[in-house]
């Protein structure tokens, strides 16, 4: 994403906007082909000599901002490594060691004193096995500015697609892996509304509440707001955005999902996991969000915020169903090892609470027909546990069972009704504890027999 200095948009009495730009501009596309090839003609290149060219860029009729926006997302997109034959700690080390034995020998720079730094860097590279060369570029090759670009979206320095010989990245700016989203190669078209995104998720980071409005891809969006931690109320809506009084009656669904300043006096850390979020919305057909963003903290003065499906929005994120904790993850990868002819499925059902509704995890089928449903409750504050609990209560469906944390602060009795179906868990889940809850809960029957 874009960090705030970067940020371009329009504030009103009413309203802040983003700045977007147009991606079929000439300039723009202009702008985001040289920056490309910038990146590209910097691959095995320090960082720091990649970062002086994009400072010294200049792009007729581009604001500089704009430039600086389009480069900080490539960068996101980018894996810089230290790249040294041997570790330069190490070689630090015998440096200075061996600069200890003869240094200061003079106070005034000379031609005797380089050829003795020589000397010494010469004794050294021989005492490692690499050329002088290595040497002296290793020396302080772990330096941020002097780790090296090896990869640019899907494309490799050829060295280290040959060898393999790269160290582990060291910079993943984006804070998304392989597994969240489904990456495209680096293009113009890909660049300029990847950039839109980004200065839609920026004014996010100071948002108090956001409502949005979804008619389509419901599992979707709403894995997504449980996979950032998002605080979230969901609501039946008809086809006018209007709250019906049951699913019954529902074309999609409502939430209200509380903002970083609402709920942690404006953390940092929240507010990227909701500007993370943003992008979930393009995957729908048609969606909508408005958000109430703080503009003054002093008087909690705030600004409104509204996007749709008609900004044109493109997500980089994928649409395949994804687990939103470790728990869940975990639960699914230990399943797939278990014999047990029980499945975990994803669930995609929805229990109707009246004002509110609920979409639980997963759900648990065997071959004879019978289905539980699962909720896992993880770790929560206080004030959102409770929340939690009183939908739980709510729940009526038979063969609803729970797997509860025993970090919360809560006891069987605060299920309600499905007290005696809760699994407690510590680290995680047991499958068969799981596969035992399900057989005894499960509803639906067997096929009839047929043999004969």
């Known amino acids: 994403m874009l960090t705030a200095n970067l940020a371009r948009s329009r504030t009103t009495d009413e ?116 050329s002088l060369e290595d040497c002296y570029r290793g020396m302080y090759a772990d330096l941020e500015d002097n780790k090296r670009l090896v990869r640019i979206g899907t494309r490799t320095a050829d060295r280290y697609e040959r060898t393999g010989d790269a160290s582990p990245s060291t910079t993943n700016l984006t804070g998304s892996s392989a597994e969240e989203y489904e990456h495209t190669d680096l293009t113009v078209d890909w660049l300029l509304t990847r950039y839109n995104l980004a200065l839609a998720q920026a004014v996010l980071y100071d948002a108090t509440e956001m409502r949005i409005r979804v008619w389509d891809h419901f599992g979707t969006v709403f894995s997504y707001v449980k996979l950032f931690g998002l605080m979230h109320r969901i609501y039946p809506i008809d086809a006018d955005g209007d709250r019906v009084s049951s699913t019954d009656q529902a074309t999609g669904y409502e939430a209200v999902l509380d903002g970083p300043a609402s709920l942690f006096s404006k953390s940092q850390k929240y507010g990227i996991r909701m500007a993370n979020f943003l992008p979930a919305l393009p995957l729908c057909d048609r969606w909508e969000m408005t958000a109430e963003i703080l503009v003054d903290e002093t008087t909690n003065e705030t600004r409104q915020f509204a996007l749709d499906q008609s900004e044109g929005l493109d997500s980089h994120y994928s649409d395949g169903k994804r687990f939103d904790s470790d728990v869940e993850r975990t639960l699914a990868q230990k399943w797939e090892r278990a014999n047990t002819d029980w499945e975990l499925v994803r669930e995609d059902d929805v229990f109707d609470l009246g004002a509110e509704v609920m979409i639980p995890d997963f759900a648990i089928e065997h071959p004879d027909g019978r289905r539980a449903i699962l909720e896992i409750v993880g770790f929560w504050t206080p004030e959102y546990l409770e929340s939690k609990l009183e939908k739980i209560r709510q729940v009526e469906a038979e063969n609803f069972v729970l797997a509860v944390s025993e970090r919360l602060e809560c006891a069987s009795e605060d299920f309600g009704s499905v007290a005696d179906r809760v699994l407690w868990f510590k680290t995680g889940i047991h499958v068969y504890d799981m596969v035992e809850m399900a057989d005894q809960y499960a509803t639906g029957h067997a096929p009839a027999n047929t043999d004969q």
Not at 47 to 73: N, R
Not at 112 to 125: N, R
């Open 15 to 130: 309203t802040i906007t983003p700045l977007f730009i147009d991606p079929a501009d000439e300039r723009y596309r202009e702008t985001a082909r040289e920056l490309i090839q910038l990146f590209e003609d910097h691959l095995d290149e320090p960082k720091g000599e990649l970062e002086d060219a994009i400072d010294e860029l200049t792009v007729a009729d581009t604001d500089y901002k704009i430039v600086q926006g389009l480069a900080k997302l490539l960068k996101d997109e980018c894996k810089f490594e230290v790249v040294a034959s041997v570790d330069p700690r190490e070689i630090r080390r015998r440096l200075f060691e061996k600069a200890n034995e003869r240094y200061p020998i003079v106070r005034q720079p000379t031609l005797g004193e380089d050829t003795q730094k020589l000397e010494v860097y010469s004794a050294i590279a021989d005492e490692l096995g690499i």
